[in-house]
């Protein structure tokens, strides 16, 4: 049970290059491939002759090849070549396979994961990826998580487990009370945007108590306010500001690649501290940040790691972003056509959701 009609995140540019890859992506087996031109493609890896993955093959005159028997398959998914036949031999028109619209900007791939329905628009861009001069972006490598796509977006957008699931990073200066958070869901329903209220000299990691000869470098400082988001394919953006002036965007991509785990790309984007120590620093703590939360992932018991999370959770205020989540997800999931049990609990959530305009 996956939102289709979305774009997703099928990885970084630098991800692929000349050689085809094979990823699993809400449960289907993706072969991605650039053709001559460099255009990034993507259809379905199974080969419609034997079932051999075509992401295995390599890409001849621009298209992608099968390793098993050599035949190959256009952007579209049409085989337009069987070595075994004569040129002039008719190839069955059921030697497909299905093609997945594909757009590659800012640095990304997304990918459109049905593929019998057209997109009405492209995946949104993000004015924080078109960096200048003086700011510094740090794409970190793929992980998999081992937990469903609402697991793991929940998890991203949970502010209460840092002081406890990221003790080797942020977790020692977090403060688990809930700092009141206003959520408010967009007009389209396909997302959210949620903020702090101002913070002022809160506890964070970044906080001038721990000012050392390379926290100076980095230019760390008190955390003012921060505003996450949510939109539908998985991303969410945080946006933070600092006493110093200075901003940093941490990027999480969430793919379902099938029931119960999940592709995982995080990004950052600052424009302080950069210089050879602060990108060293934001580097390593980045990189911990993530293998934590994968450790975290690893804590859920089969029960509560399948597509609908914990079947009937105990929700307390400081889940109000979750709540808000679900029923974004939840909806998305309903206008596909699909039953979800754990987005039609009529037990009345904590706290009041806004559905005003996001800002």
């Avoid at 492209?122 to 700011?135: A, K, L, M």
């Avoid at 796509?149 to 949970?158: G, I």
Wanted: glycine share 10%; net charge negative.
């Amino acid at each position: 049970m996956f939102v289709k009609r979305a774009w997703y995140s099928a990885g970084w540019s630098g991800d692929l290059d000349a050689t085809p890859l094979t990823r699993q992506f809400l449960g289907q087996h993706v072969a991605l491939f650039r053709d001559s031109a460099g255009k990034a493609n993507a259809v379905s890896a199974l080969c419609p002759h034997r079932g051999a993955d075509l992401g295995q093959g390599k890409v001849k005159g621009g298209q992608i090849e099968c390793p098993f028997h050599g035949w190959r398959f256009d952007a579209k998914g049409a085989c337009t070549h069987i070595p075994s036949q004569t040129a002039d031999t008719p190839i069955s028109p059921r030697a497909r396979v299905a093609a997945y619209p594909v757009v590659e900007q800012q640095g990304i791939i997304w990918i459109w994961m049905d593929p019998e329905t057209k997109p009405s628009e492209g995946p949104r861009s993000y004015p924080c990826f078109d960096i200048g001069e003086g700011w510094h972006r740090y794409d970190m490598p793929h992980v998999v998580y081992e937990g469903s796509f609402l697991n793991v977006v929940e998890n991203a957008l949970d502010g209460a487990h840092l002081a406890f699931a990221h003790a080797g990073s942020i977790g020692p200066t977090q403060d688990p009370l809930d700092p009141g958070i206003k959520v408010k869901l967009h007009p389209d329903g396909r997302g959210l945007t949620a903020a702090t209220d101002p913070l002022g000299e809160v506890q964070h990691y970044s906080h001038k108590r721990d000012e050392t000869p390379e926290t100076i470098a980095a230019e760390f400082a008190p955390l003012l306010s921060q505003e996450f988001r949510f939109e539908m394919g998985g991303f969410v953006l945080f946006e933070s500001h600092y006493a110093n002036g200075k901003t940093e965007f941490i990027l999480s991509f969430c793919t379902p690649k099938d029931e119960t785990s999940t592709w995982f790309w995080a990004g950052n984007i600052r424009d302080r501290g950069v210089n050879k120590i602060g990108n060293a620093m934001a580097k390593q703590f980045f990189d911990t940040l993530v293998n934590e939360d994968k450790i975290a992932m690893s804590w859920l018991l089969p029960p509560a790691r399948g597509a609908g999370g914990l079947p009937h959770p105990v929700f307390v205020p400081a889940d109000k972003q979750t709540l808000a989540f679900r029923k974004v997800y939840g909806n998305a999931l309903k206008a596909e056509g699909y039953t979800v049990p754990w987005a039609t609990d009529d037990t009345p959530p904590p706290v009041k959701l806004s559905s005003k305009s996001a800002a």
